[in-house]
C-alpha cells in the first residue's frame, strides 16, 4: 500500500526545535518532488518547503526561511523538517506529500508557553 | 508571489445541484502547474485535478477543470453526498508555491 506517515509533532514552547518525520511505504521518497504543507487550526492551507527529486533544490516559504530545514534519507525512505526557534503561528497541522498526489495524515504542531 | 483568489467563499447548494469554484491568479499561471484539492475536515487534502483540466486517479468525471492563464474553474455537474467539502486551487508556476484561500460547497 502506497502510504506517508507523519510523526514528531507535539507541544512546545516558543523558540523550542522538533523535528518531523514523514516514512515512505509503497515506494520511494526519491522518487518524486516532496513537499510538507501546514494547516493552522481553521485556515487555509500553506506551502512550507520543497525538495525536488532530481538534484535536491530546496524552497522555504518566506515565513519559515532560516528556521526550517528539509531533508530526505533516502536509505530510510524517511522525509523530514527540521524546525527550529518555533513562534505561536508556526501551530499547525503539517502534511508531508510525494507529487501532488500522495499525502500522509498529517502531525500537529502546537506552540504554547 | 502568485495570489490565487478563489470565489465565492461559501457556496450552499443541494445534493443533484451543479457547482461552480472559481479560482482567479494575480499573473499567468502555466496550465500544467494548476491543481485541485479537496478537504473534508479532520482529513488531508486529496487531488481532483492536475494540468488545469485532467482528473487524478480514481476521480468521477463529474468533476473537470477548464480555464488558462490567470483564470480558472472547477465544475461539479451534479453535487453527491460526499463532495460537500472545502476545495483548494494550487499553483506551482513559480516559487513560492501558493494555494487559494478555498471554497467552501456546504449543503442547502
Known amino acids: 500500500e502506497v502510504q506517508l506517515v507523519e510523526s514528531g509533532g507535539g507541544l512546545i514552547q516558543p523558540g523550542g526545535s522538533l523535528r518531523l518525520s514523514c516514512a515512505a511505504s509503497g515506494f520511494t521518497v526519491s522518487s518524486n518532488f516532496m513537499t510538507w504543507v501546514r494547516q493552522a487550526p481553521g485556515k487555509g492551507l500553506e506551502w512550507v518547503s520543497i525538495i525536488y527529486n532530481d538534484d535536491d533544490t530546496t524552497y522555504y516559504a518566506d515565513s519559515v526561511k532560516g528556521r526550517f530545514s528539509i531533508s530526505r534519507d533516502n536509505s530510510k525512505n524517511t522525509l523530514f523538517l527540521q524546525m527550529n526557534s518555533l513562534r505561536a503561528e508556526d501551530t499547525a497541522v503539517y502534511y508531508c506529500a510525494s507529487g501532488l498526489d500522495i499525502w500522509g495524515q498529517g502531525t500537529m504542531v502546537t506552540l504554547s508557553s | 508571489e502568485i495570489v490565487l483568489t478563489q470565489s465565492p467563499g461559501t457556496l450552499s447548494l443541494s445534493p443533484g445541484e451543479r457547482a461552480t469554484l472559481s479560482c482567479r491568479a494575480s499573473?499567468?499561471?502555466?496550465?500544467?502547474?494548476l491543481a485541485w484539492y479537496l478537504q473534508k475536515p479532520g482529513q488531508a487534502p486529496r487531488l481532483l485535478i492536475y494540468?488545469?483540466?485532467t482528473r487524478a486517479t480514481g476521480i468521477p468525471d463529474r468533476f473537470s477543470g477548464s480555464g488558462s492563464g490567470t483564470d480558472f474553474t472547477l465544475t461539479i455537474s451534479s453535487l453527491e453526498p460526499e463532495d460537500f467539502a472545502v476545495y483548494y486551487c494550487q499553483q506551482r508556476s513559480e516559487w513560492p508555491l501558493t494555494f487559494g484561500g478555498g471554497t467552501k460547497v456546504e449543503i442547502k
Open positions: 499573473q499567468s499561471v502555466f496550465r500544467s502547474q
Open positions: 494540468g488545469a483540466s
